[in-house]
């Protein structure tokens, strides 16, 4: 079945660095998002990439839709401690089984 | 706004009881699903559905029931509650258009 592998795991920066993550697929995705996850609550969308080659910002967050259409990056600038939390990537093919499949998350934690 | 509202948020089961999930949405979305969060797991799929009537096996059905008779609700029922089965429990909705799933704010539950 479809595939998402999420690197890395987990980080550890201080505050005021810059964070990047990423994720790739043996599958080719015609959308891509990008969700955090604050401790007890569910995911929420932070970005959301249609289009290949897409390159999308929220903020500080900037997030890139690969041209191969297997692959994504999200970039946080200059990070501050409200940052901390888990990120998923999410890939969603309009191809065969129409379901949304996961990353393994990275757990990103900031030293003040 | 509701959005995607779970009950109950926490529940304890006995090894061997039923019980079902609820899931309600207010956004008119097609998209439906379930997803189970282990430590390291990141979000596994269990069931999901593209609209009322219909609904697909994900990475991890077994032990899990579904049903979509309307398009507000997905209920997943526990048919024998198992220790394997303790676990974080997410429902999402969106639209097919779109694909950008909204989370509901989990079901924590334990199987003893």
């Known amino acids: 079945g479809q595939q998402l592998n999420q690197s890395p795991q987990s980080m550890f920066i201080q505050e005021g660095e810059d964070v990047s993550m990423n994720c790739t697929s043996s599958s080719i995705f015609n959308t891509w998002l990008w969700y955090k996850q604050d401790p007890g609550e569910g995911p929420v969308l932070l970005i959301a990439l249609y289009k290949a080659g897409e390159l999308t910002s929220n903020g500080r967050l900037t997030a890139q839709f690969g041209i191969t259409r297997k692959d994504s990056f999200l970039n946080i600038s200059a990070s501050i401690p409200s940052d901390v939390g888990i990120y998923f990537c999410a890939g969603f093919s309009i191809q065969g089984a129409q379901k949304l499949v996961f990353g393994q998350g990275t757990r990103l934690t900031i030293n003040p | 706004n509701a959005g995607v509202t779970q009950t109950p948020k926490f529940q304890v089961l006995k090894t061997g009881q039923s019980m079902t999930l609820q899931c309600a949405q207010d956004?008119?979305?097609?998209?439906m699903s379930w997803y189970r969060q282990d430590p390291g797991m990141g979000l596994r799929l269990i069931h999901y559905s593209v609209g009322a009537g219909i609904t697909d096996q994900g990475e991890v059905p077994n032990g899990y029931n579904v049903s979509r008779s309307t398009t507000e609700d997905f209920p997943l029922r526990l048919l024998s509650a198992a220790p394997s089965q303790t676990s974080v429990y997410f429902c999402?909705?969106?639209?097919?258009?779109?694909?950008?799933?909204?989370f509901g704010q989990g079901t924590r539950l334990t199987v003893v």
């Open positions: 999402a909705s969106g639209s097919r258009v779109n694909t950008e799933a909204f």
């Open positions: 956004m008119n979305h097609e998209y």
